[in-house]
């Protein structure tokens, strides 16, 4: 088999291991996919988010800058970084990446919410405002 089919094989096991909760099995396989094709950014967003969860936040970072590399308008690993530096104590640099995320769909509520809790880390106050007139501006 090519090595292009191998990764292949190894990203979709990896998935069905993710689906069912084997975490760890998972990043094995998504490893050895990239050990054989590197320029996928998916697997890259995935690991970030298993980073994130396990508090390794440098390699966090590093796994969705890997993934804005490849594919820079991926606004899925622009949302996680975001989160994983709100969870790494990087409360300016999150705030950056979530409201650059907010601003490219304000109506999504689930961005908002985000941008409101890195917000709150911050002024709670402030936040609260910030949440309510956004809200009211997409009514």
């Known amino acids: 088999l090519s090595d292009e089919v191998r990764a ?8 069905y291991y993710d689906s069912v909760g084997l975490r760890d099995l998972a990043r094995l396989d998504f490893n050895q996919s990239l050990q054989l094709n590197p ?4 697997i890259f967003n995935l690991l970030g988010v298993y980073f994130t969860q396990v508090g ?6 590093e796994a969705f800058d890997s993934t804005l590399e490849l594919a820079p308008d991926n ?3 622009e949302r996680n970084r975001a ?3 709100y969870y790494g104590g990087r409360i300016d640099l999150a705030l950056e990446d979530m409201t650059k995320h907010y601003q490219e769909m304000p109506s999504d509520p689930f961005r908002a919410l985000w941008l409101y ?3 709150a880390d911050q002024n709670p106050e402030q936040a609260k405002a910030n949440l309510q ?3 009211q ?3």
Do not use: T, V, W
């Open 8 to 15: 292949k094989m190894h990203y979709e096991r990896g998935n």
């Open 39 to 42: 320029a996928q950014p998916d």
């Open 56 to 61: 390794e936040f440098d390699a966090a970072y």
């Open 75 to 77: 606004s899925y690993a």
């Open 83 to 85: 989160i994983a530096l």
């Open 117 to 119: 809790i890195i917000e």
């Open 133 to 135: 007139q956004r809200y």
């Open 137 to 139: 501006q997409d009514r």
